[in-house]
């Protein structure tokens, strides 16, 4: 790719440092080249997979009756040789003496509870505001998907969700991946049944991993929180991060711009461990208002974006244009195969979910830097998918742009360069806790002045290329109290 093994290997980690958001924009970074199928070796994937994980990276959806065949219940294919996982040995709960966890940030993935604090029947463990991403190489996949999608283990209806409440997602149910149902450690003899279990490979570009936003739709300021920023006053025009409240134009931002104030802690903790034939290195990452390409929408302030975008299709398939309620959208679709599925519903709880067709049947061509309707992008909607190679000539994609403007941003304006630290996985459950003090950025984005804990919006947990077997549990913010 015309870098030094090196410089290839440090960027490959600061790509992975940050997820877009709901997996929009997945890492504008990784090359194009890269995922062709011809550098895997393989030219079919096997079709067991396939029904598995309908979205492995250049598999065509199997279709029964015109749908695709989605399971009912997350699966987690074998990666590497199928080693068996033996499991975690005990666990050292003196590694949480002398800290506190933040109340207005503490996921346990456990299932749902009623008002009255009760777990729903049949409830099942929910990693609220969370998603998996990939670096699209041909043939690999990543695990689970959204709770939304598994007919047999349906989302709760919105109701309270452990420990937050706040407006639904589409459709009223809750969002995020399926949680696992083991459980991390518990030691304060309160009930640990499900924890959040990424799985993916094999990637060979730069990698994959599971983000979160810390805000929607989680909800930050309960009661008992202590990380809500400053409301702005009347009047205001920025908040309290310096961003601008309105759109240029003196409109509202179609998407959220929410961030909470982490200064009163002093890094993020959380449980976790590998299975057998995982990395062992996982990067953790943290994106401020200097670095977030989420709250840079509709503003840029800080950053700039970027957006690859892909005119063909992974998978082979034609790029088939279909008319939909946004009009006509190109779409990796074979019309051989029969009528376009369109919108993909959850039988069990009868709500559609579009952001498994946008996964299943991407968009290309035309509509490849158009946005769908539950996830509106203006700045690049409108935009066509274009290539460009930076002037260093050292990479080159499809980005959205067209001609007249300003090109792709360079290394040293774009977004997406978070602080990040390291945590070193073994077998057994450890807990980790990674200061802020400690985390920096990769190199590759615009550099900030300082790690803004006031303003902070996404984390990721990450891995470069290879196999991925991780499970984490309890993910909070923490503070010394020794």
């Known amino acids: 790719m015309g870098r030094s093994q090196r410089r290839g290997h440090r960027r490959a980690i600061a790509v992975l440092l940050v997820a877009a958001p709901l997996g929009a924009t997945l890492m504008a970074l990784s090359t194009g080249a890269c995922w062709d199928p011809g550098n895997t070796g393989q030219s079919t994937i096997d079709a067991s997979l396939i029904e598995a994980v309908p979205w492995v990276n250049g598999g065509v959806p199997i279709l029964e009756g015109g749908q695709p065949i989605v399971p009912a219940t997350p ?10 996982d033996p499991g975690s040995g005990p666990v050292d709960c003196t590694a949480l003496d002398g800290i506190e966890t933040s109340p ?8 749902a509870t009623s008002m009255d604090g009760g777990v729903v ?5 929910v990693a609220i505001a969370w998603t998996g991403y990939d670096d699209l190489s041909w043939g690999s996949f990543h695990v689970p998907g959204d709770i939304r999608w598994y007919s047999a283990s349906p989302p709760p209806p919105f109701d309270c969700v452990e420990p937050r409440c706040d407006p639904p997602a589409p459709g009223g149910l809750v969002w995020g991946v399926a949680a696992y149902p083991m459980g991390g450690p518990s030691c304060n003899g309160e009930p640990n049944n499900w924890s959040l279990h990424f799985r993916g490979g ?8 599971a983000s979160s936003v810390f805000t929607d739709p989680r909800g930050s300021c309960q009661p008992d929180a202590d990380i809500c920023p400053p409301t702005p006053p009347p009047g205001a025009t920025v908040d309290s991060a310096g961003l601008p409240l309105f759109t240029a134009d003196g409109g509202a931002y179609e ?17 976790a461990r590998t299975g057998p034939e995982g990395q062992t290195t996982m990067i ?31 998978n082979s398939a034609p790029c088939t244009p279909q008319q939909e309620a946004q009009g006509t959208i190109y779409r990796c679709f074979d019309p051989v195969s029969g009528p376009f599925p369109g919108s993909i519903e959850n039988t069990a709880s009868g709500t559609d979910v579009p ?42 994609a499809e980005y959205c742009w067209n001609v007249g403007d300003p090109p792709p941003p360079s290394r040293e304006d774009q977004c997406l360069d978070g602080w990040a630290s390291y945590a070193n996985l073994t077998l057994d459950w450890q807990y980790f806790k990674i200061p802020f003090s400690q985390m920096l950025q990769g190199g590759f984005g615009k550099p900030a002045p300082y790690f803004n804990t006031k303003a902070i919006d996404t984390i990721a947990f990450g891995f470069i290329d290879g196999w991925a077997d991780v499970y984490v549990d309890n993910v909070s913010f923490y503070r010394n109290t020794q």
């Open 75 to 84: 699966v987690y294919p074998p990666i590497a040789s199928g080693m068996s």
């Open 104 to 111: 207005g940030f503490y996921d346990t993935f456990e299932a």
């Open 121 to 125: 029947p049949g409830g099942v463990g």
């Open 202 to 209: 094999l990637f060979r570009n730069w990698g994959g991993g």
């Open 255 to 271: 998407q959220s711009h929410a961030f909470v104030d982490a200064s009163a802690y002093d890094g993020v903790g959380f449980w």
């Open 284 to 314: 953790i990452t943290i994106t401020d208002n200097f670095t977030s390409d989420r709250l840079a929408r509709q503003n840029q302030k800080f950053c700039r974006r970027l957006r690859q975008c892909y005119t063909h299709c992974l």
């Open 355 to 396: 952001a498994l067709t946008e996964l299943l049947y991407p968009r290309c061509g035309q509509s490849a830097c158009t946005s769908p309707t539950t996830y509106l992008d203006p700045d690049f909607d409108g935009k066509a998918c274009r290539p460009y190679t930076f002037p260093a000539a050292d990479y080159s």
